[in-house]
């Protein structure tokens, strides 16, 4: 049984917000244009009750599956509740998945129907929903999407909404949340709404979420930090939810939430501070803030242009935070807490606390969670209210992702100081031998590589080799500008001189003896990638191991893919 209580679970919340600010705005969502519009705790209750009458009239057997395939919207929300309202499951999935994800998550989870949302790339993915699949449309959906399938507004508009308080208890699955596919398709881990409740307590007590908080939802509701900080921190807080647009709005996006919490992924921030630097060099940025007044001007006005200034608290996660640019961040003002967590435990396991510098490390565990280290590999291995009840239909991945004791295996190799503070060395299966019968840890050196300003995304790999090499992906600015010669003659100097850096930090067996550049983008559609931009290894090694001892014996230190 989990320890909460029933009204702490997401319905009772919807209801008692319903009750006591029906008048506030809860959410405030754009629509083109220049157009936005808001929704009252009250809109958000009536539309939620109406879809869950249509949801229930169809029916469909207890706990039947209804995914959302949406970018992040007010609907996404509204739909979820709805879902749960009529006595269902929610199946989210990413906005960004190819064909062959949609169709495979779809037929997997049993959808009985499918909300289809805002979308960029609905014509390739499309073809993954089942022809015969009941689907329902919003109106910020693709033109297609609204032809083919009844609307949202179309179908609260008749009908009634459902009276009273259902009530779904803590121990009642919830959900489906594919994981993201890293190590091969997609497994629906299942939570419950006992486990959403204990979560987004233990997280909103530690972060101290309050109803005057503001949040930006932009990372996709899919993914499972999204799920629980601003869906449930919205449930249980009352807080104001502001959606972003598109990417090209952004900036006026985060201007006009003006976030006291923010979230995002090392990228994101990686992608923030390049902006400034793009303004502001380095040499010069260091040497304003070095001067006492001068330097408290120059941090509001950065923190202003980026939307930031109202932000009490920043967080980073879902992949590694490079020390060093937390430790920009923190002499920006702007101090990013880092958090550990995956999809099989709600994603609350470790937070660094706020006011303290645990740069290196992702803090102590949440208080409710029991941490250890096993002996024999070092994996972490976690346990808490949050974990999952098991993988959909796969009893035998659920069973091999447990200890017999019980205890959740992570995956990921780490280390616990006196302080009680988690320090993430690696992956147990991404550590590989160099033909010299050395080990090496790959991710710590990712996240020296990555912190060059033309570096998107990057891959250290190398079993079997000598030495390990590097592989980087440009980003869209550097990758624009290198068919001038010149551009790619200094780039290539730029990556040399950023290479010996790294070296000089690691011991000689883990030291990179090339740069390769990828020829190609890395990308969702050519699955190099998840959707939360976490790159795939095996993909790496599918696309490029038959190059790398032709790398290794070139003698370059920079080399181009197509070269």
């Known amino acids: 049984m989990n320890p909460v209580s029933s009204d702490q679970l997401a319905l009772q919340r919807l209801y008692f917000w319903e009750k006591t600010a029906p008048d506030r705005i809860a959410l405030t969502q754009p629509m083109g244009g220049g157009v936005i519009k808001d929704f009252t705790w009250a809109q958000v209750g009536d539309e939620v009750r109406r879809m869950a009458s249509h949801l229930k009239s169809q029916g469909w057997e207890p706990g039947a599956k209804v995914a959302i395939m949406s970018k992040n919207c007010a609907w996404w929300l509204m739909s979820d509740l709805a879902i749960w309202m009529a006595g269902y499951v929610s199946v989210p999935l990413y906005p960004t998945l190819g064909r062959d994800t949609v169709k495979q998550i779809l037929v997997h989870s049993e959808a009985r129907a499918c909300f289809v949302g805002k979308l960029d790339d609905w014509e390739l993915m499309k073809p993954g929903v089942p022809a015969d699949m009941p689907c329902i449309s919003y ?120 976030p006291t919490i923010f979230f995002s992924v090392p990228r994101l921030w990686v992608k923030f501070q390049h902006g400034v630097h793009h303004k502001l060099p380095p040499a010069k940025l260091n040497r304003l803030l070095s001067i006492p007044i001068i330097g408290g001007l120059v941090r509001r006005k950065v923190q202003k242009a980026l939307g930031l200034d109202q932000c009490r608290f920043a967080a980073g996660g879902a992949a590694p ?72 239909k796969e009893p035998a991945a659920t069973s091999e992702t447990f200890t017999a004791d019980g205890w959740l295996r992570t995956g990921d190799k780490g280390q616990i100081d006196a302080q009680g503070r988690l320090r993430i060395t690696g992956r147990v299966k991404d550590l590989f031998k160099t033909s010299k019968g050395k080990y090496v840890a790959p991710a710590p050196i990712e996240d020296k590589l990555v912190m060059h300003d033309a570096v998107e995304a990057c891959v250290v790999t190398g079993a079997n080799l000598g030495q390990p090499l590097g592989i980087v992906m440009l980003n869209a600015e550097y990758l624009a500008s290198i068919s001038d010669p010149a551009n790619r003659a200094q780039l290539e100097v730029s990556l040399a001189q950023h290479l010996s850096a790294i070296n000089e930090t690691l011991d000689p067996h883990e030291q990179l003896k090339c740069v390769v550049i990828a020829s190609n983008a890395w990308t969702v559609e050519n699955d190099i990638v998840t959707p939360t931009f976490k790159v795939k290894r095996n993909r790496i090694e599918d696309a490029y191991s038959a190059n790398y001892e032709r790398w290794e014996s070139s003698g370059q230190k920079v080399i181009w893919q197509s070269t």
């Open 139 to 258: 109106a910020l959906s693709p033109p297609d999407a609204i032809k083919s399938y009844e609307g949202w507004d179309a179908i609260i508009a008749r009908n009634k909404p459902i009276e009273g308080e259902v009530v779904r208890d803590a121990d009642d699955l919830a959900t489906l949340i594919y994981t993201s596919g890293t190590t091969g398709m997609p497994k629906g881990v299942m939570h419950s709404f006992g486990n959403f409740a204990w979560a987004i307590r233990t997280g909103a007590t530690s972060v101290g979420m309050t109803q005057q908080d503001r949040m930006l939802s932009y990372l996709p509701l899919a993914h499972v930090v999204e799920r629980v900080l601003v869906e449930h921190g919205w449930l249980l807080t009352g807080m104001h939810v502001f959606f972003a647009e598109s990417l090209d709005t952004f900036a006026s996006d985060l201007q006009r939430a003006r």
């Open 321 to 392: 935070m490079p020390v060093s640019l937390l430790a920009w961040y923190r002499k920006l003002g702007l101090p990013v807490n880092e958090g550990y967590g995956m999809t099989e435990n709600l994603a609350v396991s470790n937070l660094t606390l706020a006011g303290q510098n645990m740069e290196g490390t992702v803090g102590p565990a949440y208080p409710g969670v029991d941490m250890r280290i096993d002996a024999a590999t070092g994996e972490i291995q976690m346990r808490s209210p949050a974990l999952m009840l098991g993988y959909y």
